[in-house]
C-alpha cells in the first residue's frame, strides 16, 4: 500500500514547493525620454544662470540662453519681461512645438554699470507655467571709450528706469522704492551703491540735487538734468534721514 502511495504523495510535494516559490517582477526601465521629462520642468531654461565675467563699460552684455518646451503639447511664450528697462530679451520663436526648444538672446546695456550687476528675464507660457533666467557680470574701466561717449543713468535704456517713472512720483517712500531702491538697497541700507542711514537731511538733499560726478550718480535736480523738482527732493532726503 505504501509503495503505490509514493507516486501522488512525490507530485504533490513537488506541486506545494512550486506554489511557494515568489514570483519575480519584471520592472521596465524607464526611456530615455521618460528620465528627462521626469527631471525638467515644461518649462526650462538653459543655462538657468549665464555669468558673462567682465564686461568693459560701453560695451553691450550679450547672452543666448536656451529655452526648452518639455510638455507634450506646443506652447506659446505670452509674457517675457526683463528687471528692469535696460534689459531686452527677444527669442528666436514665440511658438515652441513639444520637446522643442528656441534661443532666447538677452542684452544688457552697460551704461553707468559697475560690479555684481545681475539681471533676471521672467518667462511665461501659453500654459501658464514659468521660467526665469539670470544673467551676471562685472563692468570694468574701458580705456578705449572717449569721455564725451560717456553716458550716465539718464541717457538710453536706463531713462526708463531712472528718469520717466520719477516724473509723476509724489510720496517720498514711494519716490524712493522707484527711483534709488535698486542702487541704495532697500530701506537705503546700501546695494550696488552706499548705504545712506548716516547721513543727515541738509547732505542727502546736497548728494540728490547735485550728484557725486559720477555717471552712475548724477544731479537729480531738473536744473541739473535730472527728473527732479525741489520739492520732491526736499522730502525724499527728510524720508531717507528718518530712516532708523
Known sequence: MVKYLSIPLCLFLLSCSQQEQPQTEVKQEPTADKVVSQQMPALHIQPARYDLGDIKEGEAAIATFIV???SKQAIELVDIQASCGCTAAEPDSYIIPSNGFTQLKVAVDTT???EGIKKAVYITDSLGNKATATLTFNVVSNPHLK????KGIFDGQC???HFQPLKAVVEPSKLYDVGCAMCHGEGATG???PDLRHLDTQTLTTIIAQGVGKPQMPGFAMKHGGPLSEQQIHDLAIWIASLP
Open 191 to 193: 546695494a550696488y551703491a
Open 159 to 161: 531713462a526708463s528706469c
Open 147 to 150: 569721455m564725451g561717449a560717456v
Open 68 to 70: 526648452r518646451n518639455n
Open 112 to 114: 553707468a554699470k559697475q
